[in-house]
């Protein structure tokens, strides 16, 4: 585990109403977001929006997948939480070198070639195959949208 990150959650909407009351609650200790899409990252409406989202005292970074692996390279100064919208960013990342053990999925969506997989998240054959590697490298991955609802884990489903 990197020191400092405290939390890594895969959610299509990224920062939004759950994340930032449910979530930042329970790890309380949360002084920083980074949001990891390339997308996002290259987009200023969002990144302002996301930036207003954020409660005061919670600072926030919205980067590309390059960018975050140097970032983990070079430490988190605060406790982070981690927020990317797919599965693949999850495994960029690892196998880019940053030692992440354990994954929350709460918010995966349907779209394009995903169907629904278990409750209301939704996943395509790729994303279930990033995940069993994902898993057989050693990141624990749990479906849990809120805090107050039981984890189920990825890999008793898969």
């Known amino acids: 585990m990197v020191n400092n990150?405290?939390?890594?959650?895969?959610?299509?909407?990224l920062i939004h109403g759950q994340v930032v009351a449910a979530w930042l609650h329970a790890y309380?200790?949360?002084?920083?977001?980074?949001?990891?899409?390339?997308?996002?990252?290259?987009?200023?409406?969002m990144k302002e929006m996301f930036s207003l989202l954020v409660p005061t005292g919670?600072?926030?970074?919205?980067?590309?997948v390059a960018k975050a692996i140097e970032k983990f390279k070079s430490g988190l100064d605060k406790p982070t939480m981690v927020i990317v919208k797919v599965p693949?960013?999850?495994?960029?990342l690892v196998d880019g070198g940053v030692?992440?053990?354990y994954v929350n999925i709460?918010?995966?969506?349907?779209?394009?070639?995903?169907?629904?997989?278990?409750?209301?998240i939704s996943m395509d054959e790729d994303e279930k195959a990033i995940f069993r590697e994902l898993i057989q490298e050693g990141v624990h991955v749990d479906i849990q949208i809120i805090p107050?609802?039981?984890?189920v884990d990825l890999s008793k489903l898969l």
């Open 5 to 13: 990150l405290v939390f890594t959650r895969i959610d299509d909407r």
């Open 58 to 64: 919670i600072t926030i970074e919205i980067l590309n």
């Open 99 to 101: 030692p992440i053990d």
């Open 106 to 120: 709460g918010g995966m969506g349907m779209s394009g070639k995903r169907k629904q997989f278990h409750k209301n």
């Open 28 to 45: 309380s200790n949360i002084q920083h977001i980074i949001v990891i899409d390339d997308k996002t990252s290259e987009d200023s409406f």
């Open 88 to 92: 693949l960013t999850i495994k960029q």
């Open 148 to 151: 107050a609802y039981n984890k």
